[in-house]
């Protein structure tokens, strides 16, 4: 089983950028869908998006479609989010997650979370 750290977030301007990353330990890296959720103060954990374990797959929320982009290396065993056109409702902890499933949106299909990176957009 893989274990995940996050980094990559902080405060940014609204209409700015930031790339959040997602390190993996393990070798088993590439056998894994990878995700990435995000939760605001008071407010539920949201699927932002997910990348199939090739990386030819992708799925976003409709909220980030066009402004985000999920990819990743196997190499370097990392996932990635980068994050353009931030709003501030883009405002939250995110967190990327693994999975063996194929529900990709839906974070109980999810068994490996890292600790999450705050990211802050201000307006």
């Known amino acids: 089983q893989v274990q995940l750290v996050e980094s990559g977030g902080g405060l940014v301007q609204a209409g700015g950028s930031l790339r959040l990353s997602c390190a993996a330990s393990g070798r088993t890296f590439s056998s894994y869908a990878m995700g990435w959720f995000r939760q605001a103060p008071r407010k539920e954990r949201e699927f932002v998006a997910a990348i199939g374990w090739s990386g030819i797959s992708t799925v976003y929320a409709d909220s980030v479609k066009g402004r985000f982009t999920i990819s990743r290396d196997n190499a370097k065993n990392t996932a990635y989010l980068q994050m353009n056109s931030l709003k501030p409702e883009d405002t939250a902890v995110y967190y990327c997650?693994?999975?063996?499933?194929?529900?990709?949106?839906?974070?109980?299909?999810?068994?490996?979370w890292g600790q999450g990176t705050q990211v802050t957009v201000s307006s």
């Open positions: 997650a693994a999975t063996l499933g194929v529900y990709w949106s839906d974070s109980t299909n999810y068994n490996v």
